[in-house]
């Protein structure tokens, strides 16, 4: 087995900041960082907050969480996750996340392989601090954001 990166260290400090449809991602670890091989994102996902429903046709996620509880979509089953525990969503899967709490929550998932971590640095917002995150309207959802969910391997179910 060849290695084709050197092992890796990231202080606490480092990553990128981005704002993603009210949700507050920093962005750890990419898969230019790791020849392909992961992207960490860490999470704070505040009450209300989560993607909608989607899909990764290449792409396995796993979730853990560190504070807080989040309500999980793993295709047709919906269970509540907390601190310490882990999911993992194979590829292919719909899935989503949603905190229905009324308390922030965090976490940090994996893309396995990576890169659908950047579809957060390319189409996310520059973080603003000291100001609250908002989530996005329908205007969002634009040809550009659409667009970046198809280069990064992220798929919206078709509608029934």
């Known amino acids: 087995m060849s290695i084709d990166v050197p092992g890796l260290h990231f202080p606490a400090s480092s990553g990128t900041d981005v704002w993603f449809n009210g949700d507050v991602l920093t962005v750890k670890l990419t898969a230019a960082d790791t020849g392909g091989r992961v992207g960490l994102v860490k999470a704070s996902v505040p009450p209300g907050g989560g993607p909608a ?37 194979p590829r292919g899967t719909t899935h989503r996340f949603h905190n229905a709490g009324t308390a922030h929550a965090s976490m940090v998932f994996f893309y396995t392989p990576g890169g ?45």
Do not use: C, M
Request: aromatic share 10%.
């Open 53 to 89: 429903p989607h899909q990764h046709a290449g792409t396995d996620e796993t979730f853990y969480l560190i504070d807080g509880e989040l309500e999980f979509l793993d295709g047709d089953r919906v269970f509540a996750a907390g601190p310490g525990d882990v999911v993992f969503i």
């Open 116 to 160: 659908a971590e950047q579809l957060f640095v390319e189409g996310g917002d520059k973080a603003q601090p000291g100001v609250q995150v908002q989530p996005w309207g329908p205007e969002r959802i634009d040809d550009r954001l659409l667009g970046l969910l198809e280069k990064y391997d992220t798929q919206l179910p078709s509608p029934s």
